[in-house]
């Protein structure tokens, strides 16, 4: 599936995002400052898909909205075809904004409880002001979802959990994106369910070409349905390259770990494979670990560790991490 | 099996609503023997999480309950509310998938876990705080002797699912009931906490209860396993069975549904668990399975032995021959 020639779409360079947390510790006025993201670069190719893993807090939500612009980045570029958005005008970006599309783990919790489903969808094309016959045209993106035109007549409330993904996902189809950033899309459903939702996205790659960024912790569903992965870790990327790669011979030690604490539906498998067990939780963002971030938690780490922080390399296997001594 | 530590019979819970009653437990059968881990997994809404806060007598007046829950043999339901409380954190305990829901967030640790141990046993305070510190070791809390005097706020959320667990076991308890404990975690600290619990088990005796969505948590730690759906339990059995040859089209689906390396389509169950408010009267699967045919909407099915599995599905010995999923 994996085409190394496609063009690329999207390329992250250096971006970063700082958030600034106003605490009240007693009579001092403390200003601490998070390093979300911290320092990423990564290309989404055209009509291919990025998986961008790590554990919460690691920067995952923060990239996507910062490629969408959502969020001001506290420096960096976001190129999208071949132009930045962060030096762009509020009128410049709300045009290319039309190209990129975001769906969280609820869109209904974004959906007006009292305007129908066929309103919601086409709300994107009034906002736009796009001409035509919208009632067609959400007809059609419901059709794509997998949903049935009488939907469009009914209200949020009468959706199960699948329909209401597939409703976001036609609402975000609406202006025919270029991108989607898809943040934790089936996290909130039944593996049932959510298999139905994670086909769907290959469908519609395979019909329409965009190319999605696809955010999830559950790293089986990325393996599925990533052409590259990003693991992210404090708001770094430490190991980055195609899916089989990363997947088959994790470079990184976090990624190792984080695949050997997966567990797998196979008891056999469970009980007689080796597990890596990271000792501990993620330390703060606020102040994080000096030179490797991971290094509180690693195994392998020394004093090198500690002083000099590791850049990404290109492996042997053809995927980049940042480590001094890789698996 | 009449050396169930914990056995639940016929458990019916039915929560009076504003749209009628909402039937959410119909009609449930548990068995836990001494020691071992139960996995109870199944889609969202199936009654999980009632079933057992029913059993821990922790459901509000809205509920309804039916049926037999007997803790080493002392029945529970109808129980008088003071014979419950010195079951409920003695001899039965749950932990949740929110560690802060048990904390309170205003006192020490320590001290919460001392309160814990004398409400029920007659302990003086420095054995009891010692007794703490213990508890905190051995969920594998570094520095317990600093970390008891800490409250919760000063724990990650990992740190504070090992002390809800220091809480649980404080009074020796002979089942652990532990609803999605490790939902809310990442992955990494998962695997720490599936370890705590294992240990726990191995340690004293502990039997345990472990409630997930996670066909992998399952497979990693459950003995056996008892899949529910739409209110009744479908399919139980010792764990390798239960992935080796399901008998239940809802558990071959759950499992046929997992992303596994190579597949290019997954394959979901089509449409979506029943309303609890109108349940189907006949099994609750019915509506999304691909076997169903007229005798399935017919009557409620209930378990029958089938190989070394009990299953609710009346066409298990049909399907049979479909073998392995
Ligand atoms: N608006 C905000 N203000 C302050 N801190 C934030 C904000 N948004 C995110 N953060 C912090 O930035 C870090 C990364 O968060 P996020 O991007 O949401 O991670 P993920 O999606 O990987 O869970 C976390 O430490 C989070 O607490
Ligand atoms: N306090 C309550 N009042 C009314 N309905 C409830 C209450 N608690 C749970 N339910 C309903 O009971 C059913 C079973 O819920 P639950 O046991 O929480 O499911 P799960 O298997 O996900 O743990 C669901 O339909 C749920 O909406
Ligand atoms: S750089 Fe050092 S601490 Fe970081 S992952 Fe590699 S070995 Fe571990
Ligand atoms: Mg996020
Ligand atoms: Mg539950």
Not at chain 1, 112 to 132: N, R, Y
Not at chain 1, 266 to 294: A, Q, W, Y
Not at chain 2, 68 to 83: F, M, Q, Y
Not at chain 2, 185 to 195: G, K, P, R, S
Request: neutral net charge.
């Amino acid at each position: 599936m994996t085409n190394s020639h496609a063009e690329v779409l999207l390329s992250v360079r250096n971006l970063v995002k700082n958030f600034e947390l106003r605490a009240n510790t007693g009579i001092r006025k403390t200003q601490r400052i998070v390093q979300a993201v911290a320092d990423v670069s990564f290309d989404v190719k055209v009509g291919q898909t990025l998986g961008l893993v790590g554990e919460s807090g690691s920067g995952k939500t923060t990239v996507g909205r910062s490629v969408l612009q959502l969020i001001q980045p506290t420096s960096g570029e976001v190129i999208f075809e071949g132009e930045d958005l962060t030096k762009m005008s509020f009128e410049e970006l709300r045009h290319v904004r039309r190209q990129m599309q975001i769906v969280f783990q609820d869109p209904f919790a974004s959906l007006d409880p009292k305007m129908t489903v066929g309103s919601s969808i086409a709300e994107p094309l009034v906002v736009q002001g796009v001409g035509g016959n919208h009632q067609d045209k959400v007809a059609e993106l419901l059709d794509l979802v997998g949903l049935s035109t009488d939907h469009a007549k009914r209200f949020p409330h009468e959706f199960s959990g699948g329909q209401r993904q597939r409703v976001g996902i036609a609402r975000a189809l609406a202006l025919d994106p270029k991108l989607i950033v898809l943040d934790e899309p089936v996290s909130a459903l039944d593996v049932s369910i959510q298999a139905g939702v994670v086909n769907l996205f290959g469908d519609l790659q395979k019909r329409l070409g965009m190319s999605y960024v696809f955010i999830a912790h559950d790293l089986s569903v990325v393996r599925h349905i990533a052409d590259q992965v990003a693991v992210m870790y404090l708001g770094k990327i430490v190991e980055i390259g195609d899916k089989d790669a990363v997947y088959r011979n994790p470079s990184h030690p976090y990624t190792k770990a984080l695949l050997s604490a997966v567990p797998l539906p196979d008891p056999k498998i469970e009980r007689s494979r080796h597990r890596i067990m990271l000792e501990g939780d993620v330390p703060s963002p606020v102040n994080p670990p000096t030179g490797c971030r991971f290094r509180t938690r690693c195994w392998k780490a020394t004093e090198l560790c500690a002083v000099e922080e590791p850049q990404l390399v290109v492996r042997s296997t053809g995927q980049q991490s940042a480590c001094h001594f890789p698996e | 099996m009449s050396d169930s530590i914990l056995q639940i019979r016929d458990l019916r819970v039915t929560f009076s609503t504003q749209m009628g009653e909402l039937r959410a437990v119909r009609g449930v059968d548990v068995d836990v023997a001494p020691g071992e881990i139960l996995g109870v997994v199944g889609e969202s809404g199936s009654g999980k999480s009632v079933s057992f806060l029913a059993a821990m007598g922790l459901l509000p007046q809205s509920a309804t309950i039916t049926g037999s829950v007997k803790l080493d043999g002392i029945e529970l339901i109808g129980a008088k509310k003071k014979a419950i409380r010195s079951v409920r954190g003695r001899s039965l305990a749950m932990v949740f998938q929110d560690p802060l829901s048990a904390l309170n967030p205003v006192h020490r640790v320590g001290d919460q876990i001392v309160e814990m141990i004398q409400s029920h046993q007659d302990m003086n305070t420095h054995d009891a705080e010692k007794r703490a510190v213990e508890l905190l070791e051995i969920v594998g809390i570094p520095q317990p002797n600093d970390r008891a005097r800490q409250y919760p706020h000063e724990f990650s959320g990992g740190m504070r699912q090992r002390v809800v667990i220091a809480m649980a076991i404080a009074n020796n308890p002979k089942v652990l009931i532990a609803d999605e404990p490790t939902t809310a975690l990442d992955v990494t600290v998962q695997a720490q906490i599936l370890e705590v619990i294992q240990r726990v088990q191995q340690t004293f005796g502990t039997a345990v209860v472990l409630i997930t969505h996670d066909l992998g948590v399952i497979a990693r730690v459950a003995d056996s396993v008892n899949v529910m759906y739409a209110g009744r339990n479908v399919e139980s059995g010792p764990v390798q069975s239960i992935f080796d040859h399901p008998s239940h089209p809802y558990t071959r689906g759950l499992l046929s549904s997992l992303p596994h390396e190579g597949a290019d389509r997954l394959q979901p169950i089509a449409g979506f668990p029943p309303n609890m408010l109108a349940p189907p009267s006949g099994c609750g699967f019915a509506p999304r399975c691909e076997f169903a045919i007229d005798a399935c909407n017919a009557e409620l099915p209930t378990l029958q032995p089938f190989d070394d599995l009990q299953t609710s599905c009346i066409r298990a010995v049909d399907l049979r021959i479909g073998g392995r999923s």
